[in-house]
């Protein structure tokens, strides 16, 4: 648990809430657009951030028409070396998540070796992208 649970949500509460099924969640999550995190016994479990982030998502695709591919890039485009105070060097021209536009760096194959000790689940780079509107302003700071 960390601090941004206050109330938290089992997955199939989750689904209901969203109107979507629990396999659309579970592919959310394959496709690398969110990180779950499960209790010890192993059920997925959403806190309310978690669950603004699910509505950015479904607004992207009822409202903006993107497909699950479109929102995975425009993440990918999320200037993590900006928003990461750990990339203070010029290290991260050469890191994946700078270089390369498939997944958001949360997701890559790789995690970037700057990143290593770092619960991505809880670092801003990940928990920018809650707020929808917030993204343009980042993809702003890109120079
Ligand atoms: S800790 Fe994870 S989410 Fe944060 S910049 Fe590194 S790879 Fe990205």
Request: charged fraction near 25%.
């Amino acid at each position: 648990m960390t601090s941004l649970d206050n109330h938290i949500y089992p997955i199939g509460v989750v689904a209901k809430m969203l109107d979507v099924s629990v396999q659309t969640l579970h592919l959310y999550e394959r496709k690398g657009l969110i990180l779950t995190r499960k209790t010890e016994t192993g059920y997925r479990i959403f806190n309310e951030k978690d669950i603004e982030r699910l509505k950015c998502i479904r607004r992207f695709i009822e409202e903006e028409g993107l497909n699950l591919q479109g929102i995975k890039k425009l993440m990918a485009m999320l200037p993590c070396w900006i928003i990461n105070e750990n990339c203070k060097s010029d290290d991260y021209k050469t890191c994946p998540a700078y270089t390369e536009l498939t997944a958001p760096c949360w997701a890559l194959p790789e995690k970037p070796s700057v990143c290593q000790e770092t619960d991505c689940y809880i670092c801003p780079v990940y928990q920018s992208p809650v707020d929808c509107k917030k993204i343009k302003g980042y993809l702003h700071q890109i120079k």
